[in-house]
T-cell receptor
Framework: DAGVIQSPRHEVTEMGQEVTLRCKPI?????LFWYRQTMMRGLELLIY????????DSGMPEDRFSAKMPNASFSTLKIQPSEPRDSAVYFC???????????FGEGSWLTVV | AQSVTQPDIHITVSEGASLELRCNYS??????LFWYVQSPGQGLQLLLK??????LVQGIKGFEAEFKRSQSSFNLRKPSVHWSDAAEYFC????????????FGRGTSLIVHP
């Protein structure tokens, strides 16, 4: 079975540009999570969705960040405008309905110069 | 709210030696407990998990972990480490019955010497 699929795997962009990260959760999973990993702060939960509805976005750093889940098989995390301090690894993860185990994608490695 | 502490930032072991990575949690009842491994340039892979029952849990790649309620610990062990085990290891704790979304520790980096 395919795992959580993220794209792009690596992106280098200039400050001020818009960045869009994409995620396809595991089929049948109805919860989706976006995490950010940095050396300074470790692994942070940014936002999670249940049945395509955002449940908790308290981890989203600021208004420059937005996330959508238009259907059960696709989600985006957008940063506009991007800043160098947004450089990090962004992970998408998903879990089963009522499940309690989260499965991670391989991450999108973002560098903002 | 739950929390988790991994006291060791780095651990260095020789190949073939035994390994124990420490994890301590804070939660008012029996939590869900997880260990994940992250190899360089990769995502987090689930090694094992504990929900209830037998306190000694077997995972993939020869790892095991033991839940000790009295010590609020869930240490990860492996009897003989291979060079390919060099990675970052994350302990996580979740709250049953509520928002089960796990809280992750800061990770322990395992270095394996030949």
């Amino acid at each position: 079975d395919a795992g959580v699929i993220q794209s792009p795997r690596h992106e280098v962009t200039e400050m001020g540009q818009e960045v869009t990260l994409r995620c396809k959760p595991i089929s049948g999973h109805n919860s989706l999570f976006w995490y950010r990993q940095t050396m300074m702060r470790g692994l942070e939960l940014l936002i999670y969705f249940n049945n395509n509805v955002p449940i908790d976005d308290s981890g989203m750093p600021e208004d420059r960040f937005s996330a959508k889940m238009p259907n059960a098989s696709f989600s985006t995390l957008k940063i506009q405008p991007s800043e160098p301090r947004d450089s990090a690894v962004y992970f998408c993860a998903s879990s089963l309905p009522g499940g309690n185990t989260i499965y991670f994608g391989e991450g999108s490695w973002l560098t903002v110069v | 709210a739950q929390s988790v502490t991994q006291p060791d930032i780095h651990i260095t072991v020789s190949e073939g030696a035994s390994l124990e990575l420490r994890c301590n949690y804070s939660y008012g009842a029996t939590p869900y407990l997880f260990w994940y491994v992250q190899s360089p340039g990769q995502g987090l892979q689930l090694l094992l998990k504990y929900f209830s029952g037998d306190t000694l849990v077997q995972g993939i790649k020869g790892f095991e972990a033991e839940f000790k309620r009295s010590q609020s610990s869930f240490n990860l062990r492996k009897p003989s480490v291979h060079w390919s085990d060099a990675a970052e290891y994350f302990c996580a704790v979740g709250a049953p019955g509520g928002s089960y979304i796990p809280t992750f520790g800061r990770g322990t980096s395992l270095i394996v010497h030949p």
